[in-house]
């Protein structure tokens, strides 16, 4: 079954429980929640007080998409508020073999993101040491753009690589994901769906989420 995880950064924050709560009520399956730091994207979002108070209210998984510099830094943080799955980027994380540990002994699935232009090369040394890997279809740092399509070929790529080394992890793809786009994901490989503004903005939240859920 497909998974469909809406991003956070598209609700409306005045109304933050009361979009947590209309996403877990129309079939979602995680709440991603953006964490941006300003320096390694050049916008600014959320930290572990809002990520506690939206893990708090005890209604569907947290996915923590860390778009930040050191995560090293932060993953005690962001799991002791609550993270279900902490991703780091591959491109923010020197030690990444170390950091996906850290993040698998602070009780958490651990996830590495690549942006669109990083390599798919760079799970190769750590097959294994992941729960799930994050392709950016957009350039991380802001919500409602337009998917790269050139990022898509390496969902099938990972796929691939996953299937070679007999290793289970989940594909999630983040950027531009709508409801037209996303059966070519899904028949790349993709296993976990983000989506923002298409999900944010459509008329029948459930009706979005249970469409791209039948997809697998
Ligand atoms: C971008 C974020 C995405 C974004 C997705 O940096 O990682 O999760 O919020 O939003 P849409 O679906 O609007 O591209
Ligand atoms: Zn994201």
Redesign the pocket.
């Known amino acids: 079954m497909i998974k469909v995880a809406p ?1 956070l ?2 609700a409306n924050y005045l109304n933050l429980g009361t979009e947590i709560q209309r996403m877990h009520e129309a079939g979602a399956d995680w709440l ?1 929640f ?1 964490v941006m730091d300003g320096a390694f ?1 050049p916008n600014i979002t959320f930290g572990p007080g809002i990520l506690k108070a939206a893990a708090g209210m005890k209604t569907i998984p947290c996915d923590v ?1 860390l ?1 930040i510099e050191h995560p090293e830094k932060y993953i005690e943080r962001f799991a002791e508020a609550g993270a279900h799955v902490i991703t780091v980027h591959a491109e923010a994380a020197v030690h990444l073999h170390r950091v996906l540990h850290q993040i698998r002994d602070c009780g958490c699935l651990a996830g590495v993101a690549l942006n669109p232009a990083t390599s798919p090369e760079c799970l190769r040394y750590v097959l294994g040491d992941f729960d799930l890997a994050l392709v ?1 279809t ?1 350039n ?6 337009k998917l790269i399509p050139a990022a898509i070929e390496k969902i099938a790529e990972i796929d691939r690589m996953l299937k070679n080394a007999g290793v289970q992890a989940e594909i999630e793809v ?4 709508n409801e037209s786009i996303a059966p070519v994901l899904v028949e790349k490989g993709a296993s976990v769906l ?5 999900l944010y903005g459509a008329k029948d939240a459930a009706a979005f989420i249970r469409n791209i859920k039948s997809l697998g």
């Open positions: 991003s950064l598209a991603h953006d994207v998409h778009m950016m957009v991380p740092g802001f919500g409602g753009q983040d950027g531009g994901v983000v989506a923002g503004s298409a």
